[in-house]
C-alpha cells in the first residue's frame, strides 16, 4: 500500500464507518424513484417483489462477505476475481465494476436534479441540471481530495441523516393507512406474468445494489476481514425494513404512484400537503448525496487498485503527499459521473447499470466455490476466510443463476455496452499479460 513517493493510504474506517458507507451504496435514489413503477406494475404484490429481491441479494452479498474476509487490500470485486480467477477476469471485473459504479452515481446525479427541482425549476432542464451537477460533485470531490478521514465523517452524517426523514415519512404513512384501511393503489392486470416479475426484479436489484461499493476501500479500514461481512448484513436488514415500509406508504397514499418521477414527494403532499412535498424532496437530496458521498470514497480506490496491481497508469496509484488520498483517481472519477450524468437519462443510466452489475454480482459467487478449492490445494491467495457460509457450492451456484436470467432482460443497447466493456478489458489484458503483477 506505498506509493514510489513514499506516501501511504490511511487505515481509518471503522466498523460502524464501514457499515455507513454500505448504507450510503445501497440506500439512494432507488428509494426515492423506484416505489412508484413498482407499485404501477405489480400493486400490493410489490411488497412480494421487494422481499424476493432482498432474499436474492442476500445470497450475493453472503459470498461476499465469506469472500471479502480473506483479504485486507483495496480493490474489492476486482481483487476478488483476479485472486480466484486470474489476471484476465480480474481486469474483466475491474472494467465492468467501475461501469456500474459509473452509471449509478450518474443516475443518482439525475435524480438529485430531479427533486431539486422541487426548490429551484432550472434544475429540470439540461443547462440548470449539467450546473446542479457540477456543484454536487465538485464539492464532494474536494472533500475527498483532501482526506478519506473527511469523507468517512460525511458519509456517517449522511447515513444518519437521510434515515430520518424516512423514518417520518413512513411513521405517518402507517398512521394514514391504519386510518383509511386499504391500499390507494389498485393491482394491474398484468401484475402476475412472468416477463413482468423479471423486470421488476431487475429494478429492485439496482435498488439493493451498491453495497459491493463498500469493499472497494477496505485497504483503508481498520479490520476489513472481520468487519466486512458485519457491515454488509447491518445495512441489508436495514434497507429492507426500510424499503418495504415505504413502499406500503406509497400505495396506501397514491392511485397512481407513476404518474411522477417523485413519488414520495407526492405521497408526502398527500400526507402533509404542499410543505409534505418539499419535505420528502428535500429527504431526497439528502439521501442521494449521502449516496455520491459514499461513492466519491469508494470508487476511485478500485483505479487505484488497479494501478497499485500494474493494470493502470501508476498516476491513477498517485497518492497526496500531504493528504493520503489517490487524488487523480478522484478527479477522474467525479468528471466520468458528471459527464454520463449531463449526457444520460435517468432510466438509461439505472437500466445499465442493474444490467452490468450482474456480471460482478455472478462473478463473486463463483469465487467463493473456485477459493475454497485453492484453499484444498493449499494455493489460495490471502488469508483464510474468517466468515464462512453453510451451504456454501449452493448458495454460490444459485447467486450465478440468478445473474443469469436477470441478464436476459437486457435489452440491445445494454448488450452492445457491455460487450464494448468486455472488448475493452479483453484489450487492457493483452496489453499488460506480460506485466508481473504482485502477489495477492
Not at 147 to 170: C, D, E, H, Q, Y
Not at 247 to 254: A, G
Request: glycine fraction near 10%; aromatic fraction near 10%; charged fraction near 10%.
Amino acid at each position: 500500500m506505498t506509493h514510489p513517493s513514499g506516501a501511504t493510504l490511511v487505515r481509518s474506517i471503522g466498523r460502524w464507518s464501514l457499515a455507513a458507507l454500505v448504507l450510503n451504496g445501497i440506500l439512494g435514489s432507488g428509494i426515492f424513484a423506484l416505489p412508484g413503477t413498482v407499485a404501477d406494475r405489480l400493486g400490493a404484490m410489490s411488497l412480494v417483489a421487494w422481499i424476493g429481491a432482498a432474499l436474492i441479494i442476500g445470497v450475493i452479498m453472503a459470498c461476499f462477505a465469506e469472500v471479502a474476509s480473506r483479504f485486507l487490500d483495496a480493490g474489492g470485486p476486482y481483487l476478488y476475481a483476479q485472486a480466484a480467477f486470474g489476471r484476465l477476469i480480474g481486469l474483466q471485473m475491474g472494467w465492468m465494476a467501475y461501469l456500474v459504479r459509473l452509471t449509478a452515481a450518474a443516475t443518482n446525479v439525475n435524480v438529485f436534479t430531479a427533486y431539486f427541482a422541487e426548490f429551484w425549476g432550472p434544475a429540470a432542464g439540461r443547462a440548470g441540471g449539467a450546473a446542479v451537477a457540477t456543484v454536487l460533485l465538485g464539492v464532494l470531490a474536494v472533500v475527498n481530495y483532501r482526506g478519506v478521514s473527511g469523507g468517512t465523517r460525511l458519509s456517517n452524517a449522511f447515513a444518519v441523516a437521510k434515515i430520518l426523514p424516512l423514518l417520518v415519512f413512513i411513521g405517518f404513512g402507517v398512521w394514514w393507512g391504519l386510518s383509511h384501511g386499504s391500499f390507494a393503489t389498485p393491482a394491474p392486470a398484468e401484475a402476475g406474468t412472468p416477463t413482468g416479475w423479471l423486470q421488476v426484479i431487475l429494478l429492485l436489484i439496482f435498488a439493493y445494489g451498491g453495497f459491493e461499493a463498500a469493499l472497494i476501500p477496505l485497504g483503508e479500514a481498520r479490520d476489513p476481514r472481520r468487519d466486512a461481512p458485519f457491515a454488509l448484513f447491518v445495512g441489508l436488514a436495514v434497507v429492507t425494513v426500510l424499503y418495504l415500509l415505504v413502499q406500503v406508504t406509497v400505495l396506501v397514499t397514491l392511485a397512481d404512484p407513476a404518474a411522477s418521477a417523485r413519488p414520495l414527494a407526492e405521497a408526502a403532499r398527500v400526507l402533509f400537503g404542499r410543505a409534505g412535498a418539499a419535505f420528502m424532496a428535500l429527504a431526497a437530496l439528502i439521501s442521494v448525496y449521502g449516496y455520491l458521498a459514499g461513492a466519491m470514497l469508494n470508487v476511485p480506490r478500485l483505479t487505484y487498485a488497479m494501478a497499485e496491481r500494474g493494470d493502470l497508469p501508476r498516476i491513477f496509484g498517485a497518492i497526496h503527499l500531504t493528504f493520503r488520498t489517490p487524488t487523480v483517481s478522484i478527479l477522474v472519477y467525479a468528471f466520468l459521473v458528471w459527464f454520463l450524468a449531463v449526457q444520460g437519462s435517468l432510466i438509461q443510466n439505472l437500466s445499465l447499470s442493474a444490467v452490468s452489475r450482474l456480471s460482478t454480482y455472478g462473478l463473486a459467487c463463483a469465487a467463493v466455490p473456485m477459493l475454497r478449492r485453492l484453499d484444498r490445494l493449499g494455493r489460495a491467495p490471502g488469508s483464510p476466510a474468517l466468515f464462512r457460509i453453510p451451504w456454501a457450492t449452493t448458495l454460490a451456484t444459485l447467486g450465478v443463476l440468478f445473474s443469469l436470467v436477470l441478464a436476459t432482460r437486457m435489452n440491445a443497447r445494454e448488450a452492445l455496452l457491455l460487450g464494448l466493456t468486455v472488448l475493452i478489458a479483453l484489450a487492457h489484458w493483452a496489453a499488460v499479460r506480460r506485466r508481473p503483477a504482485p502477489p495477492i
